[in-house]
């Protein structure tokens, strides 16, 4: 079973900043079953990169993903930090070898 | 417009059977897995299992596959995730999302969620 292991778990920043989260897994993965999700107290996830690279329907251009060559390190940038984008992010794979979805542990982006 | 409606809070005592549920709306419910996640407090997003509706195909996590079932009403659009006796530690926010591939949407992924079922087991 493949772990996604999210560290640290709270990075602080500025507005205007580029934060860079990252998403380490215990062994290669096809980018094509990653994704990565925002979560704020009190909504729904939603769903922002999936396939690593691709970002969903609505989400700013701030935000982009990437995937290390090993296929096992996986990136969410968010440049030019806004207030809203201060909430927990959670990458997400999909194991081809048993069939099911897990979350990494989350990394809460806080204000500095 | 593409809709999950999640079934209200729910308060119970350890050892209680309980059902919360999840209706669809705006897509064709029965052609789509649909997935439950768990948030207990201050913790992070669990992914229980799911089931696609049509002919309810389930998948379980192994950390979750002995306590509770998921099924589904085509019919009625729904799907519910059921326990038959509740601990204290189930207690936490339960969230339906709708499942999509590449070939079903645009977005492939958990693309839509419901606004999440509060459990809160207590004695």
């Known amino acids: 079973e493949v772990v996604l292991t999210q560290s640290p778990g709270s990075l602080s920043f500025s507005v205007g900043e580029r934060a860079t989260l990252s998403c380490r897994a215990s062994?290669?993965?096809?980018?094509?079953?990653i994704a990565w999700y925002q979560h704020k107290p009190g909504q729904p996830p939603r769903l922002l990169i999936y396939?690593?690279?691709?970002?969903a329907t609505g989400v700013p251009d701030r935000f982009s993903g990437d995937a290390s060559e090993t296929q096992t390190l996986f990136t969410l940038s968010i440049d030019r930090l806004e207030p809203e984008d201060f909430a927990v992010y959670y990458c997400q794979q999909f194991g081809t070898s048993h069939g099911f979805w897990t979350f990494g542990q989350g990394t809460k982006v806080e204000i500095k | 417009e593409v809709q999950l409606v999640q079934s209200g809070a729910e308060v119970k005592k350890p050892g209680e059977s309980l059902k919360i549920s999840c209706q669809g709306s705006g897509f064709n419910f029965a052609n789509f897995w649909i997935a439950w996640v768990r948030q207990r407090p201050g913790r992070g997003l669990e992914w229980m299992g799911m089931?696609?509706?049509?002919?309810?195909?389930?998948k379980y996590s192994p950390s979750f596959e002995d306590h509770v079932t998921i099924s589904a009403d085509k019919d009625l659009a729904t799907a519910q995730l059921h326990w038959v006796s509740l601990k204290a530690s189930d207690t936490a926010i339960y969230y339906c999302?709708?499942?999509?591939?590449?070939?079903?949407?645009?977005?492939?992924?958990?693309?839509?969620w419901g606004r999440g079922t509060l459990v809160t087991v207590s004695s």
């Open positions: 089931i696609y509706v049509d002919d309810s195909e389930t």
């Open positions: 396939g690593a690279f691709e970002r």
């Open positions: 062994q290669r993965i096809s980018s094509s079953y």
């Open positions: 999302a709708r499942h999509c591939t590449r070939s079903d949407c645009d977005d492939p992924g958990f693309d839509h």
